[in-house]
């Protein structure tokens, strides 16, 4: 599958609004990740992201909170969530220059198709994978540098 190009003119913010987001420019990529770590932030499920440039993406940083972890490959992540409702927002690998934003942020999600589905081996026996997606048993190497 080859990865199409979507141009992002897209806005959104958390559950309770008290954090905003606007992204403009080319998504790099769109992900599922079924890693232990993503099915802790989202109760059980996977995280759905589409990654994009940090340069083409704005926070109203007011009540934006942080909590750094170190992932399976050694490099710190740290995910952005809303303090005020707890709502995830995006995940930042460090050393990198892309931001996981989380798509359910985004007022208009129409866009979205995973491309690539990450540690399919970490998901329960009731997911499905989407029709279509690149599978890896755990992170893409591309994704690992």
């Not at 989202?42 to 993406?57: E, K, L």
């Not at 969530?81 to 220059?97: Q, Y």
């Amino acid at each position: 599958m080859t990865i199409e190009e979507i141009r992002l003119d897209h806005a959104g913010s958390c559950a309770c609004g008290a954090v905003t987001v606007k992204v403009k420019g080319l998504a790099v990529a769109m992900t599922e990740c079924w890693c232990s770590a993503c099915q802790k932030e989202t109760g059980g499920s996977a995280t759905h992201s589409v990654i994009v440039d940090d340069d083409d993406i704005v926070f109203d940083r007011a009540s934006l909170g942080r909590f750094e972890r170190v992932s399976d490959t050694g490099r710190k992540v740290t995910r952005l969530f809303c303090r005020e409702c707890g709502t995830s927002i995006a995940a930042r690998p460090e050393d990198v220059p892309y931001t996981g934003l989380r798509v359910g942020v985004l007022e208009d999600r129409t866009f979205f198709r995973p491309q690539i589905v990450m540690y399919a081996r970490n998901a329960p026996h009731w997911a499905g994978f989407p029709e279509h997606a690149n599978i890896f048993d755990t992170q893409p190497e591309a994704a690992a540098r």
